[in-house]
């Protein structure tokens, strides 16, 4: 699944084709794709909505029009391809969006995990699915102290936590694993253990990280593109996840389940910590 660097680098490719251009209509092939509002009623809003800005909150693709935020979640394997109007249609472009310049902007998604939603302006940061996302990786906000109000309760493992979008918007299973081995902190280790020390590093690592994946695209793995021919190239810069050895030490990289999300980590580097429980 995309994670905060590929949303990003999708964002800043769809800028160079859709910015300033007008949505002629809509054509619509797998309803569930649309998750509000119903179909038709999308069709409808959407005809002579022009395309102001694209940016991103969490995951979520963030598409300002005339009078409605589109907002676009990628899931597995979405992606967008650019036609002309007219292109037969392949079978896994679910969503085609008539702009009236000729061209098609088409959602395609193979698995047909993918979401769409339009929401008016006025309200889109006050319903779902945005009101519920925690920070931005770069917000200022994101401080220790904040981190600690949120792990305080959680017995979970940090690994899990991490990946909770309430707390931090963005992160997902691969860049989980490289923050977590670039602070040396087992992802066993239980989050209401965590120290105000390893919430610095935290915040430090993820944005360090994540920063360096938008540099470069983004990782591609599995079905990931930006875009047409475009691949992330994060993925020759994994530290951890994906490994099978420690570029540190040299040892063995072990490969968990943890919270059903695979997991790899340095034994010797990240060793779970003792703690007394609080």
Known sequence: MPEKPEVI?????????????????VDVFWNAIISYPDVPTFQEEMKQEQIHDITCRGKWIVISLTNYLLLIHLRMEGKFFFRKTGT?????????????????????????????????????YSRE????????YYDANLTPDYLLEHFKTKRIPIKTTLLDQTIIAGIGNIYDDEILFATKINPYQPTYQITKKEAT??????????DHAVSLGGTTIKSFTSEEGVHGLFQNELQIHGMKTCPVCNTTVRKVMI????????????????????
């Not at 999708?10 to 007008?22: A, E, I, Q």
């Not at 590093?201 to 994540?210: E, F, G, K």
């Not at 919270?259 to 609080?278: A, D, E, F, N, V």
């Open 259 to 278: 919270g059903g999300r695979g997991t790899y980590y340095c034994p010797k580097c990240q060793i779970l910590k003792r703690r007394r429980k609080k």
């Open 88 to 124: 037969p249609r392949s079978k896994h472009e679910h969503i085609l969006f008539h702009l009236t310049d000729g061209e098609d902007f088409r959602f395609c998604d193979t698995r047909k995990f993918g979401r769409i939603v339009l929401v008016s302006k006025a309200d889109a």
């Open 201 to 210: 590093a935290i915040i430090d690592a993820t944005r360090s990280v994540l």
């Open 9 to 25: 680098t999708v964002v800043n490719s769809l800028k160079r084709y859709l910015l300033g251009k007008t949505i002629q209509s």
């Open 129 to 136: 699915p945005l009101c519920s996302l925690g920070l931005e």
